[in-house]
């Protein structure tokens, strides 16, 4: 599984972006997916975390109410929606694909099998 991520970038704190993940797997819908980020200096973290379908979704504490994990199954994407971005939300963020039974979601590095190369969000005031 090739995982692409894209749509990150320099953006005000403030303001929103709109994060893009394609997958060459051909079940893509069958495929628990999620978003880390990573900070400079410090380990990889969890974001958001979707199941197969979309009907569920599980988000860390510190983005709750500002990001918007999605899916498109027909594409083969996931989607992370951030708005309202603070300074501490800049990060390398990584999309990770995993497996799991149809209503799961992953929130564990270690559950995930495939990482994308990650995109830079930068965050300023």
């Known amino acids: 599984v090739q995982l692409q991520a894209s749509g990150g970038g320099p953006v005000q704190a403030g303001g929103s972006l709109r994060l893009s993940c394609v997958a060459s797997e051909r079940n893509f819908g069958r495929m628990v997916m999620s978003w880390f980020r990573q900070a400079p200096g410090k380990g990889r973290e969890f974001v958001a975390a979707?199941?197969?379908?979309?009907?569920?979704?599980y988000y860390a504490d510190s983005v709750k109410g500002r990001f918007t994990i999605s899916r498109d199954n027909a594409k083969n994407t996931l989607y992370l929606q951030m708005n309202s971005l603070k300074l501490e939300d800049t990060a390398v963020y990584y999309c990770?694909?995993?497996?799991?039974?149809?209503?799961?979601?992953?929130?564990?590095?270690?559950?995930?099998?495939?990482w994308g190369q990650g995109t830079l969000v930068t965050v300023s005031s």
């Open positions: 979707i199941n197969w379908s979309g009907s569920a979704t």
């Open positions: 990770a694909a995993g497996s799991g039974p149809r209503n799961t979601v992953l929130s564990y590095r270690y559950e995930y099998a495939y």
